[in-house]
């Protein structure tokens, strides 16, 4: 079975922090996502890798950046935290090959700014 | 640009009885179209997949969907509700471009008893 882990289940951040959200895939797969969920809104991607080093903005970039030094792991980095990113943060991963594949998540990482 | 709606925000359904979840999508092509389930602090799991063939597709844990392209819906339906489908389904829609999925906001079953 494919398992994408997330190195925190809960985090909680203080305004100003830098935070790092890790997530490992064991499955070999050369697409990695980054998502952010929120009620009523649903997932909405955030940042996404189709091979090391290498990375695409999604629908809402802005205060986040993203690393992929090694192909098993996909790194969310908010430079300095802020309380509207307060949020409920999914991890996915999929082989390449256009829009029929199937993403496999994370169990999530719920983040709490202060 | 693809989008994707679900028009209920909660569904209440009686352990038993029938249910169906709708969803309607916006995509110029021929989509592909997903049904993930998310259980109470878990992650998101596949349930069933559309990308050509037979409208209607079968999926795990009983469910079924059916792609109406004259409709722009792909709906979730289950004969016979259980207690532990009790979560939160989201509908997506396989982007432009490859690999990106789009959303919807998602339903919220409860099943009473």
């Known amino acids: 079975d494919v398992k994408v882990t997330q190195s925190s289940r809960y985090l909680v951040k203080r305004t100003g922090e830098k935070v790092f959200l890790e997530c490992v895939q064991d499955m070999d797969h050369e697409n990695m996502f980054w998502y952010r969920q929120d009620p009523g809104l649903g997932l909405r991607l955030i940042y996404f890798?189709?091979?090391?080093?290498?990375?695409e903005k999604g629908d809402i970039p802005e205060g986040y950046s993203v690393s992929r030094e090694k192909k098993e792991r996909f790194s969310l980095i908010l430079e300095s935290a802020s309380t509207n990113q307060t949020s409920m943060y999914l991890c996915?991963?999929?082989?390449?090959?256009?829009?029929?594949?199937?993403?496999?998540f994370g169990p999530g990482t719920r983040l709490t700014v202060l | 640009a693809q989008s994707v709606t679900q028009p209920d925000i909660h569904i209440t359904v009686s352990e038993g009885a029938s249910l169906e979840l709708r969803c309607n999508y916006s995509y110029g092509a021929t989509p592909y179209l997903f049904w993930y389930v998310q259980s109470p602090g878990q992650g998101l799991q596949l349930l069933l997949k559309?990308?050509?063939?037979?409208?209607l597709v079968q999926g795990i844990k009983g469910f079924e969907a059916e792609f109406k392209r004259s409709q722009s819906s792909f709906n979730l339906r289950k004969p016979s509700v259980h207690w532990s489908d009790a979560a939160e389904y989201f509908c997506?829609?396989?982007?432009?471009?490859?690999?990106?999925?789009?959303f919807g906001a998602g339903t919220i079953l409860r099943v009473k008893s």
């Open positions: 996915a991963s999929s082989y390449p090959g256009g829009a029929a594949d199937t993403q496999y």
């Open positions: 890798s189709y091979d090391v080093k290498m990375k």
């Open positions: 997506a829609v396989g982007a432009t471009g490859g690999n990106k999925l789009v």
């Open positions: 559309y990308f050509s063939g037979d409208t």
